[in-house]
């Protein structure tokens, strides 16, 4: 397999980005806004948009699929190479609500390019993303001389990410035959900044609960009847007290088990990468860190898993003051999960957390709403070092690794296909995602582009199935 000439894709590239940004800018018109249902026409079209675009590519499958909600794109490009791996390329076409008189310089849906940014709501979340890979494929066939992706190439984009993709899982498992794939590439995600490329490598799960305490049947007299009954609120407090150790460690008794630690190579990766703690404290709007001792803030973020009290709740809040024992009080707890927690294990260990803490006299109910599971790429996954090498050859620079703190759609594709899941995106923190004056940086957008022209090739050299 001969690899692709970096000249030769660079000038394809040349001569095709005038018309690329054009169909771009035709697309960012479409004002794909999946939370507003009088624009659910629109989100459609978006999506009819794009399967044409890819038909226009060379792709020979490109459909729409219908959901429960608003509609996905599917498309199919074989290899023709028995070899060859499958790569299952997501992105997501529809796009946050956004309106001039949010504080928009320019109309979030009639694109401006000012100087080498590229300004329009969902430049960089997530069409422009999507549709580098659209130039990167055919940069990548011309420069190989091939007819057919090195890799059988597939793409699935999805319309309702922006409104917590609450069709999506169902899609996957409907559809998990045509998008069986032996690794996943998410393009919808960022790089640490404009100097600093870097790929992401896994991102945290999330379970969340909520736990309703009761006591007395009403809020009842505390000068009678305080101090010798229990208080639901009192147990709340205890609960959320005691919820971590002095190490800021979560003390749930089995919390921990089967985490996957951070390996050295990992810890001094992240340490490599230039963090201003007081910058990052600017953006948290917080006025100090804390957090599992023996950690550094990236990794508590990235790597550790936590709980929060997202809420707590109950008594009497009123003006002035109630002389009761409330009748019940309330907690909303949520645990970032990492690689090697199990979401029902979990479950378990904080049910029974809670049953050993509860006094008697005190009645209780614990829900646990929904949960993401946690997903990871070790670093020497040989799918994770094509990505790095073609981001490399794009650069030109070394390729350092984030993770992400937050939980996604992504867990959703891990689990049902069975396959690892990568990153890919060019964003950086800067373009606004989900903010006014959302923007891709014209520059990135290309190393995008190249990237995805130099991966296809070094996957089917070095994943072979
Ligand atoms: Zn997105």
């Not at 639901?232 to 407090?237: F, I, K, L, R, S």
């Amino acid at each position: 397999m001969t690899k692709t000439p970096d000249s030769a894709v660079r000038s394809f590239i040349d001569q095709h980005e005038d018309a690329f940004l054009a169909d771009l800018a035709d697309w960012l018109r479409i004002p794909s806004v999946s939370a507003d249902p009088g624009r659910a026409g629109e989100v459609r079209r978006s999506a009819e948009w794009l399967a044409d675009k890819l038909r226009a590519t060379g792709f020979p499958v490109a459909e729409v699929w219908e959901t429960d909600g608003l509609p996905a794109v599917f498309a199919e490009w074989p290899s023709g190479d028995a070899g060859a791996p499958t790569v299952l390329v997501y992105g997501h076409h529809d796009v946050q609500p956004a309106a001039r008189e949010d504080g928009w310089d320019t109309d979030p849906f009639e694109p401006a390019v000012v100087g080498r940014r590229l300004y329009a709501r969902g430049a960089a979340d997530d069409k422009g993303q999507v549709f580098f890979h659209t130039l990167g494929l055919r940069a990548h066939l011309a420069a190989t001389g091939r007819t057919a992706p090195a890799v059988n190439l597939k793409l699935l984009v999805e319309g309702e990410e922006e409104s917590g993709s609450p069709n999506f899982a169902a899609l996957v498992r409907r559809e998990a035959e045509r998008l069986a794939a032996d690794v996943v590439i998410i393009s919808d995600t960022g790089m640490w900044s404009e100097t600093t490329p870097t790929v992401c490598t896994g991102m945290r799960g999330l379970a969340d609960c909520q736990i309703d305490l009761y006591g007395p049947d009403n809020d009842i007299h505390s000068g009678s009847f305080g101090g010798a009954v229990p208080n639901p609120a009192d147990v709340a407090a205890a609960l959320v007290a005691g919820l971590h150790d002095a190490d800021r460690r979560v003390a749930v008794p089995g919390f921990y088990d089967g985490v996957v630690e951070l390996t050295e190579e990992e810890r001094a990766l992240f340490a490599a990468l230039p963090f201003d703690e007081a910058q990052w404290l600017r953006v948290a709007k917080s006025y100090g860190t804390q957090g599992e001792a023996g950690y550094s803030t990236l990794e508590r973020v990235w790597a550790r898993p936590t709980a929060e009290v997202n809420g707590i709740w109950g008594g009497y809040t009123g003006p002035g003051g109630k002389t009761i024992v409330p009748a019940e009080a309330h907690l909303k707890l949520s645990f970032r999960l990492v690689a090697g927690q199990e979401v029902e294990k979990v479950r378990e260990a904080v049910a029974a957390w809670v049953s050993a803490q509860v006094p008697e006299g005190i009645r209780y109910e614990i829900v646990f709403p929904g949960a993401t599971r946690p997903c990871l790429t070790p670093l020497d996954h040989p799918a994770l070092r094509s990505v790095v090498r073609a981001m490399e050859r794009a650069f030109e620079q070394k390729v350092l690794f984030t993770r992400e703190g937050g939980s996604g759609p992504a867990a959703d594709l891990q689990d049902v296909l069975g396959a690892p899941v990568l990153f890919l995106g060019i964003s950086v923190p800067s373009d606004g995602w989900h903010s006014i004056n959302e923007k891709v940086e014209l520059d990135l957008l290309r190393k995008g582009v190249e990237t995805s022209a130099h991966l296809w090739g070094d996957l089917a050299e070095n994943f072979r199935r």
